[in-house]
């Protein structure tokens, strides 16, 4: 089976701050890994995604994840927090275990950015 | 291009009360899902459907029903609702692939009273 842990359910940073949220995933098949967001009230946007191409896979506005294969997980990084950002983060996992190709989402981290 | 649509975005319901929450996509997907999101728990899979005419059970099917008549359209039914489904319905598209991305609509925040 696959799932995903996000290491913390809440992070603050200041502005101008780097930003990082953890990701581990397990999965049995060489996964699809993605990270989406979620502004407060709003549907999810996808920030980035990971599919085999390249280990260092950069996303909209800033932010960039790795895929550490020995590690098993896609950390979600950016340089300088913005106000902007503060929302909620999902790592999510696909891999082909049913014709479903379900997502598997994890429990969310919410950002939080001081002035 | 309106992507996925979601209707209603919000709905009180009585315990035991029916609904229907309609999904529309326009990108002709053959891959569409029902999530519900609860505090601290991310999305879970309730059904999904790999094209017209199917459906299957995901994570937390009990006390739902679905079903996927036209390609683009995936409904999700609540027969008797129960105060335990109050919570916020996200309904995705996606190609299918193993790398493509699921496209999400606004959500609809359900509370059963």
């Known amino acids: 089976a696959q799932s995903v842990t996000q290491l913390d359910s809440h992070v603050s940073v200041s502005e101008g701050t780097p930003v990082l949220l953890r990701c581990n995933y397990s999965?049995?098949?060489?996964?699809?890994l993605f990270w989406y967001v979620q502004h407060p009230n709003k549907g999810l946007q996808l920030l980035l995604k990971?599919?085999?191409?390249?280990?260092l896979v950069k996303g909209i506005n800033g932010f960039e994840a790795e895929f550490k294969k020995s590690e098993t997980s896609f950390h979600l990084t950016k340089p300088s927090a913005h106000m902007s950002d503060a929302a909620e983060y999902f790592c999510?996992?696909?891999?082909?275990?049913?014709?479903?190709?379900?997502?598997?989402f994890g429990g969310g981290t919410r950002l939080m950015v001081k002035p | 291009n309106a992507g996925v649509t979601q209707t209603p975005k919000f709905r009180v319901l009585k315990t035991g009360q029916s609904m229907t929450l309609l999904c529309a996509q326009d990108?002709?997907?053959?891959?569409m899902y029902w999530y519900r999101q609860d505090p601290g728990m991310g999305l879970r899979l309730i059904h999904y459907?790999?094209?017209?005419?199917?459906?299957a059970k995901g994570e937390v099917p009990d006390g739902y029903n679905v079903s996927r008549l036209k390609k683009q359209n995936f409904l999700l039914g609540l027969e008797s609702a129960a105060p335990s489904q109050t919570s916020v319905y996200f309904c995705?598209?996606?190609?299918?692939?193993?790398?493509?991305?699921?496209?999400f609509g606004q959500g609809t925040r359900l509370t059963v009273v």
């Open positions: 999510v996992v696909r891999s082909r275990l049913n014709e479903g190709n379900m997502l598997t």
């Open positions: 999965s049995s098949y060489s996964p699809s």
């Open positions: 990108m002709n997907h053959e891959y």
């Open positions: 459907s790999v094209g017209e005419g199917t459906t």
């Open positions: 990971y599919t085999s191409a390249a280990t």
């Open positions: 995705a598209s996606s190609k299918g692939g193993l790398n493509t991305e699921a496209f």
